[in-house]
């Protein structure tokens, strides 16, 4: 079974926007269409408040999977519920009613107003629940862990704060709307489904932060572990990884690509990968540049037909190109003479000439550029680049092949 791992790196404002579709993958869309029917019983009256707080405890307990397995790593929602989940959910409504009724009696007993109570406890809550995942019960309740978290998540916990408080308004105006103004049936089950759907985001989301952050908090995402025991460096894994990034976030996709490439040789499909997301940001100097790494490195390693592709690859971005060293370009014009690329052979052979006119070979590459002309049956041109060759190199080894040739075309240009 593939498993689709997150990247800690991914910035986390990005895992805010990304993070909507997190509950329509995977199991997550049955999980909260599951919940809201059940919790629709409790449209009759009989047993109305267990039946809807065994339905949060269950969206609850699937939540808190969601967000310990995002925290270690992994892209995709669980397939169950962890069993502890019910424990944890269970736990985390008797938090928050303890918390509500808190707020209930702060107003009556010491005339603080109920409202800032709420508000105090609503920004904690996420610290809470965060601990409660990993820590346990009593770990959550210590005040000391809610700050610790809060300060080492800093302007982060705040961003995830401002989502939590967005999302609790949209559930109250789903209520309002659907509930009160609409059909009652349906608008209640309709207020379920985006009330879960809201919660199993959110817990993503915390899930998210730990991940992004988990050096400064101490934990270590299970799928490092797993990753490295599936020999995380093997390219394919790392293209697939790469694949699913690119899809959110393309420019992360191409870092990625730019720290593997920058460790050495790699296979094509990796280069062939990072020119794509190049082009598709339309960096067209930085695939230049890479195209001269890559054709070098080819070059070197012997395979002179796939480097004349790269070539190929890189005229389609710049018509000028050429590689950067005589020796790779020299190698490339006969490979393409050769294997009859007789276009690229003469774009090749006249780059060298015109780029290190002072080269040694320049005078043969000369040569072979008046051969592919001839080859292409454009005589005259041909002719013209012979004579001037014999103008500027008229003691070179190469001069009474040209004058041949001149011989042959003659009667072609005259």
């Known amino acids: 079974m593939r498993l689709a791992l997150a990247d800690a790196a991914t910035p986390f404002g990005e895992r805010i926007r990304t993070g909507f579709r997190y509950p329509l993958r995977g199991s997550a869309p049955v999980t909260i269409v599951a919940v809201t029917l059940f919790e629709a019983i409790a449209f009759f009256p009989n047993a109305r408040l267990i039946i809807t707080g065994i339905g949060w405890v269950a969206i609850y307990a699937y939540a808190f999977g969601c967000l310990r397995r995002t925290a270690d790593g ?132 915390m899930g998210a932060l730990i991940h992004h952050r988990h050096d400064d908090l101490g934990h270590r995402p299970e799928s490092e572990a797993l990753a490295r025991a599936l020999q995380p460096d093997d390219d394919d894994a790392l293209l697939r990884h790469v694949n699913r990034i690119a899809e959110d976030d393309v420019e992360a996709a191409t870092g990625i690509l730019t720290e593997r490439l920058r460790e050495g040789l790699a296979p094509a499909p990796l280069h062939q990968r990072y020119r794509e997301l190049l082009r598709a940001q339309a960096r067209t100097p930085e695939l230049g540049v890479h195209a001269q790494i890559w054709i070098s490195a080819l070059v070197v390693g012997g395979e002179t037909r796939r480097a004349l592709g790269v070539v190929r690859d890189a005229l389609d971005s710049d018509p000028v190109f050429l590689p950067d060293a005589p020796a790779t370009c ?69 001069a009474s092949d040209l004058e041949a040739r001149l011989d042959t075309l003659g009667g072609r240009t005259s």
């Not at 090749?348 to 290190?356: D, E, R």
């Not at 008046?370 to 680049?385: C, F, I, K, T, W």
């Open 330 to 398: 020299g190698t490339l014009a006969d490979t393409a003479a050769h294997g009859g690329m007789t276009r690229l052979a003469l774009h090749l052979a006249l780059g060298y000439l015109h780029t290190w006119p002072g080269d040694a070979g320049a005078p043969n590459y000369g040569l072979l550029a008046v051969r592919m002309y001839d080859r292409l049956g454009e005589a005259s041109q041909a002719a013209l680049l012979a004579r001037a060759l014999l103008r500027d190199y008229p003691e070179h080894p190469v």
């Open 74 to 205: 992994y892209a995709d929602p669980p397939e169950l519920a962890l069993e502890s989940g019910d424990r944890a959910g269970m736990a985390l409504v008797l938090i928050q009613l303890t918390g509500n009724a808190l707020a209930v009696l702060a107003t009556i007993f010491f005339g603080i107003p109920g409202f800032l109570v709420a508000v105090a406890f609503a920004f904690v809550l996420p610290a809470i629940t965060m601990s409660l995942t990993f820590d346990g019960v009593l770990t959550a309740l210590n005040p000391l862990t809610w700050f610790a978290v809060i300060a080492r998540l800093g302007g982060q916990y705040m961003a995830l704060f401002a989502v939590v408080v967005v999302t609790s308004l949209l559930q109250s105006g789903a209520q309002y709307a659907m509930s009160e103004h609409g059909p009652h049936f349906l608008g209640m089950l309709a207020y379920f489904a985006v009330a879960n759907y809201l919660t199993v985001y959110n817990f993503h989301l």
